[in-house]
């Protein structure tokens, strides 16, 4: 029994974790104008944040289709899978839970395709979990149980630093997002079970201290990992103010998808984390 792990790019692992376990990664699209790119892989993180400020028109994204999903999954089998385990960004934000579920109906072998219900490295950490536990030889329900059940205590959360991207993506109209900017709005967006819903926060200030507030209100934590839009600065800072109420170990500081940055802009920052079992 060999079980591959498969997810897409809005799961923000590191590099290294993903060589490790063997995890499929399928990439999403970043489109500036008429020039489409697969995030991370023909447009860097980097380059793509160096261009978000002045880009007109504002880019998009878009999602792999099923037939791109099917020749994954028949890759993988032609490697030696028996079985799959497919986790996506959250059905509530995009598409590609229903394309590999279309995908998936025609696959050679066995595919079952989850929902994390998260974004970043929310549903990274679940991806990350059913690696090892693929790795550790368990079968495919003793892996979707411990994905499930880690998926109740997953949390993500973060304070962007202005409105406008919201606003050129389409997110909110053009006076809410004059209003937020002259009362130095920054909205707080959370991530909790598939549910996204967000919070008013009126300064940059008070958006920190909310974000803390909500860390602290999680505590004891199993794993976290800082996100952030390209705002090393800015997450240097929160971290400086939360470390003692992280656990030990390393600690990951990750640029949040492209995929996401279109819309929340430069200078978001925030968490994602896994509570502790009670």
């Known amino acids: ?32 104008g008429d020039e489409s790119y697969l995030d991370s892989v023909e447009l860097s993180r980097a380059e793509f944040y160096e261009r978000l400020p002045d880009c007109d028109p504002p880019p998009t994204t878009a999602i792999p289709g099923p037939q791109m999903l099917a020749q994954a999954y028949e890759r993988l089998a032609s490697e030696g899978a028996t079985e799959i385990l497919s986790i996506h960004i959250s059905v509530s934000l995009s598409g590609t839970v229903n394309a590999a579920r279309l995908a998936a109906k025609d696959a050679a072998i066995p595919v079952t395709v989850l929902d994390s219900g998260s974004l970043s ?72 079970l598939g549910e996204a819903t967000a919070e008013k926060i009126r300064t940059t200030e008070h958006a920190t201290e909310r974000l803390i507030s909500l860390l602290s209100d999680l505590v004891p934590l199993e794993k976290v990992a800082l996100v952030h839009t390209h705002a090393l600065d800015r997450i240097e800072e929160l ?25 929340l802009g430069p200078g978001a920052i925030g968490f994602a984390c896994v509570t502790a079992r009670k």
């Open 121 to 192: 490295m929310g549903t990274g950490f679940l991806v990350w979990t059913a690696a090892q536990a693929a790795a550790e030889g368990r079968s495919m329900d003793e892996i979707v149980a411990l994905v499930e059940e880690q998926g109740q205590r997953t949390h993500v959360f973060a304070a962007l630093d202005t409105l406008e991207f919201l606003r050129r993506g389409g997110r909110m109209n053009r006076v809410m997002a004059a209003l937020g900017s002259w009362l130095q709005m920054k909205p707080l967006l959370k991530m909790h």
């Open 239 to 263: 971290y400086q103010k939360v470390r003692h109420l992280l656990p030990q170990g390393e600690l990951l500081s990750m640029d949040i998808t492209p995929v996401f940055g279109a819309h």
């Open 1 to 32: 029994m060999t079980i591959r792990i498969m997810t897409d790019s809005t799961c923000d692992l590191p590099e290294e974790i993903i060589a490790e376990y063997g995890i499929t990664v399928l990439p999403l699209y970043i489109n500036f």
